[in-house]
């Protein structure tokens, strides 16, 4: 979540005496960089890249591994660190110089990390996945036992929630849409970046060089785009990029409408004067969440011919995630400070290659740009470059998009016909070596001809799927596609779409209940009629309708037994049928046996409610549960039916039908593929 792993925080929130050492540690450290930005001490004229690859660990069943620890253990910590989650990991690669072949260096170094990676997962029978939201996380895999046990995370979660003083707010609307309440910051984990890192050359044009990066965001995003699901909905093309503002924010609306930016944000205006301007806004905007124990006073520091590391300063800076950051650091070679920008916004993934490919492009536009447009502010008022931004998210290579002095453009066109040959000059410009150069911006040029981003190969492939498996085992085979894809070493343009057997895997015992489980389901209230769970059964073919109350909380099961039994006790009692409905269609094999409708109003005096036949004493799952676990439960208890609850709610339904794939792949186990006949023997003795 922030760049501060290298310095001690404090273990609590900050509050009296501690929050004040702070504060004053983080305005020293302000006035250190100014003293240092009029000295003229940053090192000036040179060009570096890095790169920071989040990503997620998988088991067997291609659901998240908390497994973040056991890896760091064989991995060792140089180039590698935990995020939030234990089913995240991050790897650094080294500062490289941008010109000749600085970014195919950074891509083979990654390569070689991610294969380190790779290695350390199959000896604990995980699998690394680089994708920007995992398409088999659920609600369930969010809960804090599976934060990483570190202080400043913990803290983090407490004092954000203590801020806000409400669960978290999730709503997002794309082809589908997802609402839900959490109660920590542990939504963030779905999100995996790749992030890429430019040293600003120029110093006293910080500001500039930033509005650049954040002009250019959009387009570069638009190409970039590979989140395009979250908990199985198809929302945006970028999803992450809606999802991570709402996961961490503490706004909570009141009864007058005040301005106050989300810690997560595009920003609200073009910079102007120096990057020290961006520090003292957040300083003034975002409080301090935690601290960092005390060290060298900065302004000491410099008096002795030091240069300061700005603790303080990062560490706050560290809270704060801005699409585009200003970072401070010092670098290694020549001892000096540098300025540079990191741009937060790309997810991870679908492949490396794809990654730096994007990463190029930004480079490219960037360096070319910073030295063709002259104001950015002049051109191009703030508020649009927001909406680009946004638009790039929601639609992709499809959004609208407006330019420099009001050009409206279409995004795919516009990168092809202008943008690419800009971002070539530009590199160019970087001494970038031409043979990488064509390289890379061949591949953002192929895939957006093809228009082939990560996202539409995600959507297309689960609507190539739609119908066949269960939403689980749809979403288990598009991480399968992922991973045997990203193995192949073909970039996305190349790849094929997913198909359902890719998710089939010989670990049946580490397979969830949620990869099964039905989430479309249709409920009932206590005091609804039976008439209308009887109905329900008609239309839809049902043999289980859950009853539950108004806040979605299992309250018992109709059964169609129980409806049957019902009504025959009316028929017992001289009830009639009602005469003026036709009869129902008879069932289909393997559905629910034909409910008798119910009688009419005018023949009972008094409808029944549905909380006089339900079931009350209940067995139930987890979505986490395993699926040879919930095969036993009903086996054990002979019910056909599980409902599937979390947090008391219900989430989902399991039937035996949907468990008819496992019980035929354990057939196999034991006796052996058998094939089926190519004709019915009766068919053929009737020749």
Known sequence: MSDTRSHKTLSGGLAGDERRRYMRALLTDLRALE????????????????????????????????????????????????????????????????????????????????????????????EPVLTGILPTITKGDLKLENMVPNPRYQTLNRVLGELRGEPYDVSIRGLDEVTLKHDSIMVESCNASFQMHIQVPEPDRFAHWYNVAQLVSAPVLAVSTNSPTLLGKRLWAETRIALFPQSCDIRVAGKHPRERPSRVSFGSRWAAGSVLDLFKENIARFRALVGVEEGENALFALSRGRIPELKALRLHNGTIYPWNRACYGISPDSGKPHLRIELRALPAGPTIPDEIAGGAFWLGLMLELVHTVGNVASRL???????????????????????????????????????????????????????????????????VRSMRTGSRWIVHSLGEMRDRGSPGERLSALVAAMIARQKSGRVVADWERARLDEGSTKKITSRKVSQYMTTDFLTVEPDDPVELVAELMTWERLRYVPVEDASGRLMGLVTTRAVLRHFAELAKHGIPRASSRSEPPPAAAGSSPAIPRAPSTSSVLGSTPVSEIMRRELVTVTPEHSTLDAIALMRRHRIGCLPVLADGAIVGMITEEDFMGIAAELLEEKMGVVDAPLEHPRARRGR
């Not at 946004?390 to 998009?401: H, I, K, P, S, V």
């Open 35 to 126: 003293k240092m930005l009029a000295d003229d001490v940053f090192e000036r004229g040179i060009l570096r890249i890095g790169a920071e690859q989040e990503m997620f660990l998988v088991d067997g069943a291609y659901q998240p591994a908390p497994a973040a620890l056991p890896m760091l253990e064989r991995l060792g910590t140089t180039h590698f660190t935990t995020e939030l989650a234990q089913f995240n990991l991050e790897v650094n690669a080294d500062p490289q110089p941008l010109a000749g072949h600085g970014i195919a260096q950074l891509e083979a170094q990654l390569e070689a990390l991610y294969a380190k990676v790779q290695e350390a997962a199959e000896s604990l029978g995980v």
């Open 381 to 447: 008022e703030f508020e649009r470059a927001a909406a680009n931004f946004d638009a790039a998210a929601r639609d992709g290579l499809g959004a609208r998009m407006t330019w420099l002095d009001g050009e409206e453009v279409l995004a795919q066109p516009f990168v092809l016909d202008k943008l690419l040959p800009l971002a070539e000059a530009g590199l160019a410009r970087g001494g970038v070596d031409p043979a990488d150069a064509k390289r890379y911006l061949g591949i953002i040029d192929t895939r």
